[in-house]
């Protein structure tokens, strides 16, 4: 199949937060110039002279809006160079409220993009001095307010179980999302990753994360949030295609450093640093670090794990047909060691209930 979602990776942020371990990084002088040239060759490299028509791209990080806009038009001229969109694709970009600018709104206006993810994080000050964040709360409701006022459908990336964060204050952050206006709202649990500066946290001080999902569970929907995903709520029709994507097994291009790809089968992934990305793609290879031939197997386990991450779950009829009876059932077996309170199993298939999805990670870890 020829992949019809594509995932840029920009790996620089202004600051890195406290609790971040993803691919990014302040830039030094030029780094953003050599990103973008890489990023071209990379496309020229992988596709060579193929023009794949998507249904979705997403543009992430790290932060995006650490491109200046006409670093941005620079990036946009690239894409448009080596991609068609189909009629109605969902283009969403991530954006912090503390770059996020009028410029960088217009061009994402004129060119495709109908979605932005602003990574809010809190409503509390004091949690987001904690956290690194480069923003406050005011920050983050003018930047809602201006995506919102260009007609974009807006989303924010909401994190819980912060150090000494209380329920209550968690309970205000969470009223306040569901009153901005916004059509998706994401929710991450506070984990302790190792490399960066709260590595060494004790989880004592960490607030009650089961609490806190357990709330956003009940309380969402009756803000006409519906969870669709482990993570994410959003309004009926506004649930993110791209991440769908993921969850359903379908092939995707990554690009970029760190960026991962899905295709025929293999999995790989590109350089997380910057300076070895480019250099592979100067020397005319593409910047693959490491790869994986999924076997059929393991491609059903993950399958499974994936679909589980969705309210709709496995459907027993798709999986059969392309992963076979035999995992189906092992997929069964593996789901039937825990209380029947976390699952629902029947002809249609498996489904985790809210409970089930409190303490999902156990149950995916039974799975693989």
Same mark, same amino acid.
């Given at each position: 199949?020829?992949?019809?979602?594509?995932?840029?990776?920009?790996?620089f942020c202004e600051r890195k937060c406290a609790y971040c371990a993803f691919a990014s990084a302040v830039p030094?002088?030029?780094?953003?110039?050599?990103?973008?040239?890489?990023?071209?060759?990379?496309?020229?490299?992988?596709?060579?002279?193929?023009?794949?028509?998507?249904?979705?791209?997403?543009?992430?990080?790290?932060?995006?809006?650490?491109?200046?806009?006409?670093?941005?038009?620079?990036?946009?001229?690239?894409?448009?160079?080596?991609?068609?969109?189909?009629?109605?694709?969902?283009?969403?970009?991530?954006?912090?409220?503390?770059?996020?600018?009028?410029?960088?709104?217009?061009?994402?206006?004129?060119?495709?993009?109908?979605?932005?993810?602003?990574?809010?994080?809190?409503?509390?000050?004091?949690?987001?001095?904690?956290?690194?964040?480069?923003?406050?709360?005011?920050?983050?409701?003018?930047?809602?307010?201006?995506?919102?006022?260009?007609?974009?459908?807006?989303?924010?990336?909401?994190?819980?179980?912060?150090?000494?964060?209380?329920?209550?204050?968690?309970?205000?952050?969470?009223?306040?999302?569901?009153?901005?206006?916004?059509?998706?709202?994401?929710? $991450?649990?506070?984990? =302790? !990753? #190792? %490399?960066?500066?709260?590595?060494?946290?004790? *989880?004592? @001080?960490?607030?009650?994360?089961? +609490?806190?999902?357990?709330?956003?569970?009940?309380?969402?929907?009756?803000?006409?949030?519906?969870?669709?995903?482990?993570?994410?709520?959003?309004?009926?029709?506004?649930?993110?295609?791209?991440?769908?994507?993921?969850?359903?097994?379908?092939?995707?291009?990554?690009?970029?450093?760190?960026?991962?790809?899905?295709?025929?089968?293999?999995?790989?992934?590109?350089?997380?640093?910057?300076?070895? $990305?480019?250099?592979? =793609? !100067? #020397? %005319?290879?593409?910047?693959?670090?490491?790869? *994986?031939? @999924?076997?059929?197997?393991?491609? +059903?386990?993950?399958?499974?794990?994936?679909?589980?991450?969705?309210?709709?779950?496995?459907?027993?009829?798709?999986?059969?047909?392309?992963?076979?009876?035999?995992?189906?059932?092992?997929?069964?077996?593996?789901?039937?060691?825990?209380?029947?309170?976390?699952?629902?199993?029947?002809?249609?298939?498996?489904?985790?209930?809210?409970?089930?999805?409190?303490?999902?990670?156990?149950?995916?870890?039974?799975?693989?």
């Open positions: 199949m020829s992949p019809k979602s594509l995932y840029i990776h920009v790996p030094k002088k030029g780094e953003r110039g050599l990103y973008l040239e890489a990023l071209a060759r990379e496309f020229d490299i992988r596709l060579r002279g193929t023009r794949p028509k998507l249904e979705t791209c997403y543009v992430g990080g790290g932060t995006p809006t650490a491109l200046s806009p006409a670093q941005w038009n620079s990036l946009v001229a690239t894409v448009e160079k080596h991609f068609d969109f189909a009629p109605a694709a969902e283009v969403t970009v991530e954006a912090n409220p503390n770059s996020l600018t009028a410029e960088h709104l217009k061009i994402w206006r004129d060119w495709r993009v109908t979605r932005v993810s602003i990574g809010v994080q809190s409503f509390d000050d004091a949690e987001l001095k904690l956290m690194g964040r480069l923003h406050d709360a005011d920050g983050a409701r003018r930047a809602i307010a201006a995506a919102l006022s260009c007609g974009f459908d807006v989303g924010a990336d909401l994190i819980f179980g912060l150090p000494r964060q209380t329920f209550r204050g968690w309970g205000l952050t969470l009223r306040e999302a569901a009153h901005r206006g916004l059509s998706h709202i994401s929710l $991450y649990q506070l984990t =302790l !990753e #190792e %490399g960066t500066p709260w590595a060494s946290l004790d *989880e004592k @001080l960490l607030g009650d994360g089961y +609490a806190a999902y357990r709330w956003a569970q009940w309380y969402l929907p009756r803000r006409g949030y519906a969870q669709y995903e482990v993570a994410n709520f959003a309004v009926p029709g506004r649930e993110s295609r791209h991440n769908a994507n993921y969850w359903r097994e379908g092939e995707y291009i990554g690009a970029g450093p760190a960026a991962v790809s899905y295709t025929a089968g293999l999995r790989s992934k590109n350089y997380g640093s910057l300076a070895r $990305y480019a250099k592979s =793609l !100067e #020397e %005319g290879a593409l910047p693959i670090e490491e790869s *994986e031939e @999924l076997t059929a197997e393991k491609s +059903a386990r993950e399958a499974a794990v994936l679909a589980l991450r969705m309210t709709e779950g496995v459907f027993a009829e798709n999986f059969i047909k392309r992963y076979g009876e035999k995992n189906y059932r092992s997929v069964c077996s593996a789901m039937q060691k825990f209380p029947r309170a976390l699952y629902e199993i029947d002809n249609r298939g498996i489904r985790l209930t809210k409970k089930g999805m409190r303490v999902a990670n156990i149950i995916w870890s039974e799975i693989i």
